[in-house]
């Protein structure tokens, strides 16, 4: 099974609005971390914000915020006022904390998103 | 700055041919991991490693080895390379527990194998 869900391949966003990208997690580990990494054409890995599954308050990084439902196992990523400099993909990653997969990063397939003026 | 180094940005090699692909990193982390991406399919793990000397299989170990000799030096290794191992090879190291344990990423390896 998935560890981690991206259900969208494809998000397209106007300069200045707000978008959100949707990822589920899978995990029975009570101690997980979530993340979120940006990748542009150039290649590199960027990390964008994180999310500690004991945290009371959702994580905010400047424009980033994360939506975080453990409830219902979401992690979704919101970036505010998008800029045609956030068209890039975008992977939600999940980190176990205990186990003998201490210290794995899962990730999902990514969401590219494409912001346009 | 975190500075996780891969050898080479592009290689291009012929198939059967035994490939050696470095990781560094400098800022003592313990763990270390080896992804492969392609399009459509994300970052699929093929090996990690906690320690040295320790290695743990990820998703798609068939056709890879690892080394791990020294804490800051990770090696993945194609025994004997095929076609169908041409894609981008990405290397990142993270800290093994506490809060701030975001993987550091190197700038990505595409191996093209003819």
């Known amino acids: 099974a998935q560890k981690i869900t991206q259900t969208q391949p494809g998000m397209f966003v106007q300069e200045k609005e707000a978008v959100t990208l949707d990822c589920t997690y899978d995990t029975s580990d009570p101690s997980y971390g979530l993340f979120w990494y940006k990748q542009p054409s150039s290649g590199e890995m960027i990390f964008l914000i994180y999310?500690?599954?004991?945290?009371?308050q959702n994580a905010t990084e400047g424009r980033y915020s994360l939506n975080f439902q453990k409830a219902r196992k979401s992690a979704n990523l919101v970036i505010s006022a998008s800029q045609l400099g956030d068209s890039a993909m975008y992977f939600c990653?999940?980190?176990?904390?205990?186990?003998?997969?201490?210290?794995?990063?899962?990730f999902g397939r990514g969401t590219q998103l494409t912001v346009w003026p | 700055d975190v500075k996780v180094t891969q050898s080479s940005r592009y290689l291009v090699k012929r198939t059967g041919e035994k490939v050696f692909l470095e990781c560094v990193q400098d800022?003592?982390?313990?763990?270390m991991f080896w992804y492969r991406q392609d399009p459509g399919l994300g970052l699929r793990l093929i090996y990690f490693?906690?320690?040295?000397?320790?290695?743990e299989k990820g998703d798609i170990p068939e056709g890879y080895s690892v080394s791990r000799e020294k804490k800051e030096r990770f090696s993945l290794i194609l025994e004997s390379a095929s076609t169908n191992q041409t894609s981008m090879y990405l290397c990142a190291s993270s800290l093994l527990s506490g809060r701030n344990t975001e993987a550091f990423f190197g700038q990505g390896t595409r191996l093209t194998v003819v």
């Open positions: 999310q500690g599954s004991y945290d009371q």
């Open positions: 490693s906690y320690d040295v000397k320790m290695k």
């Open positions: 990653a999940m980190r176990e904390n205990k186990g003998s997969t201490l210290g794995r990063l899962y």
């Open positions: 800022m003592d982390h313990e763990n």
